[in-house]
Each structure stands twice: as C-alpha cells, then as structure tokens.
C-alpha cells in the first residue's frame, strides 16, 4: 500500500515537473507559441518586402573626355570639325554642352557644331556652321546696309568683330564654306551682359582654329 502511494507521488512529481518545464519554454501555452511564430514570420516577411522595394543605389556615369565629346558631335556632320589649340587662361570645355547637330527645313538645309568653354559665369562659344542649300528667296531692296562691324586679320581671312549695346561680343569669319562665330557673354541670374574677356584675346584663339 505504502509502496502504490510513493509511486503515485513520485509520478505526480515528475509531471508536476514537466509542466512547469513545458510553461516556462512556452510549449504549454500555446497561445505564446503562435504569437511568437507569428511575430518572427512578420519580422521575415517585412525584411523582404523591404529589400523588393527598396530603390538600388545608382551607379555613378563617368563624364566623357572632350575627345569623347567632340567625336560624337563629329559623327553627326558631315563637315571636318575644326579646333582651337588655343584657349584663354581659365576657360574650359563644357563638356556637356558640345553638340552636333543637323536642321533640315523647306529652304534650308544646315549642320552646326557648337563647342561652350567656360571660365565661372562666362561664356566663351565657338560655332561652325555649313550651309547645305538654302533657297530663301531674299527680299528685293535697292539698299544694302553698311557693315559696321570692325574688320580684323585672322590668318589673311577678313573677320568681323562687333559689340552689342548689351556688351556681347561677335567674332565671325570663315574657312572655305564654313562660317565659324566666337562669341563672348556672361549668364547673370536673369540677363545676359558682355564678359571681360577681350578683343585681341578672341582674334587670337580664333587664329589657333585649325
């Protein structure tokens, strides 16, 4: 008799213990178990919708090399670009900006090559333009206006220089049937003005465009 209840005491025990083991790892209450999984699936399912929808760090575009620029500007004309060996001091290629284009309208047809160099706010733009055909009737007049433009040397071709009551400065001349314009400008906020740079020093560069 005695002998049956310590067994009976003893089994009691054990699963007394067990109990309190299961309880304290959570296996005996199976609501902390589900909240539990629920919680780490949530945690894994945020995670990889946070990797599908997160925006991929852009790789950053290296800039083309002025050879780079002007090759392609190149490939869209048909006529030899040509360029200065010499810039004025502190100016420098906008390489963004270079450009070549073609326009082909009802009575004109034209390539142009523009190359900006920059020096802070001003400008220093050189264009060479080939004029395709052009069937532009021009008007009838028995007056032809004076030229008032300055006229310099530039390797034995006359050019023209010109300032604009805005301070703009034009250089114009050309080579064979290209017409080539420098011109000299600052960008204010709102407004384009003239630029410091000089006279002597855009006759010298457009001497250096071969």
């Not at 760090?57 to 392609?72: D, L, N, R, S």
């Not at 326009?103 to 733009?125: I, W």
């Not at 264009?127 to 009737?137: F, G, R, S, V, W």
Request: proline residues 5%; glycine residues 6%; without cysteine.
């Amino acid at each position: 008799m005695k002998k049956s209840i310590l067994i009976g005491v003893s089994i009691a025990t054990v699963l007394a213990i067990l109990l309190l083991a299961a309880v304290a790892l959570g296996f005996g209450d199976t609501k902390t178990k589900f909240n539990a999984f629920a919680g780490a699936e949530a945690k894994h399912f945020t995670e990889k919708a946070a990797q599908a929808t997160s925006t991929p760090t852009p790789v950053p575009t290296q800039e083309k090399t002025p050879e780079e620029a002007i090759a392609e500007a190149q490939a869209k004309v048909s006529f030899k670009i040509l360029q200065p060996s010499y810039v004025p001091e502190g100016y420098t290629l906008n390489i963004p900006q270079v450009s070549g284009t073609r326009f082909r309208g009802v009575s004109v047809e034209l390539e142009q090559a523009v190359f900006p160099y920059t020096n802070g706010k001003e400008t220093l733009n050189l264009k060479e333009l080939l004029t395709i055909n052009d069937t532009t009737i021009a008007p009838k007049s028995t007056t032809i206006p004076k030229d008032a433009r300055e006229i310099v040397d530039i390797n034995g071709i006359k050019g023209r220089f010109s300032v604009e009551p805005d301070g703009l400065k034009y250089l114009n001349w050309k080579i064979g049937e290209l017409s080539l314009t420098i011109s000299s400008l600052t960008y204010n906020s709102n407004n384009v003005t003239g630029s410091s740079l000089s006279k002597e020093e855009m006759i010298k560069m457009a001497r250096s465009v071969k």
